[in-house]
């Protein structure tokens, strides 16, 4: 007889099925990667603009913008944790910060985008996003417009990375990060 390891129990030649399983799990969850792994968990690596993204100075909405990324453009991933939901990269030689979930693996994961509308001005909400009174975090919110809603670009106003936009005929401020071009999701 011998003794088993872990807790000093006598066990015959053989570990229970229930430690080997328990050992599997655990090797399993240590060496391959976590399920649902995105592009953003990448680093040192290349990846594409699923929508248009402002590439920032900072990780955060205040931030200056320093280019425009078009959808469809690769950006290199640089080292570094994600912020505030801001993945740092570089794009046209330039370091900066661009929303972590407007990025992913492969061109191919970019559904094709649908012809612009006559006006070219529809936009689709990436995400759950505040309509709100005013171009800033803190001015007050109108309603909430559901992921995939389509919304309007007025073109009366951008600021702070926010911009003018009807919603079912309701105006207000939308944060731009957040917004797609319709067919991008």
Not at 28 to 49: E, I, K
Not at 112 to 138: E, K
Request: glycine share 10%; aromatic share 8%.
């Amino acid at each position: 007889m011998r003794t088993s390891m872990w807790n000093g129990s006598v066990i015959r030649g053989r570990w229970p099925l229930w430690r080997i399983a328990s050992l599997i799990v655990l090797l399993a969850a240590l060496l391959l990667p976590p399920l649902g792994a995105s592009a953003q968990t990448c680093t040192s690596c290349t990846l594409y603009a699923i929508t248009e993204l402002n590439l920032r100075q900072d990780p955060s909405i205040d931030a200056p913008v320093l280019r425009f990324v078009p959808a469809g453009s690769p950006v290199y991933r640089s080292a570094g944790a994600e912020v505030n939901g801001y993945a740092p990269v570089t794009y046209d030689d330039v370091p900066g910060w661009v929303v972590a979930l407007g990025l992913v693996a492969s061109p191919d994961e970019i559904e094709p985008v649908a012809p612009p509308a006559p006006d070219g001005d529809a936009r689709v909400t990436l995400s759950p996003l505040l309509l709100r009174s005013g171009p800033s975090p803190d001015a007050e919110p109108i309603l909430v417009m559901p992921e995939g809603a389509t919304v309007t670009l007025t073109g009366e106003g951008a600021q702070d990375g926010y911009v003018t936009v009807d919603y079912d005929g309701q105006p207000g401020w939308a944060y731009a990060d957040l917004l797609g071009e319709p067919g991008a999701s």
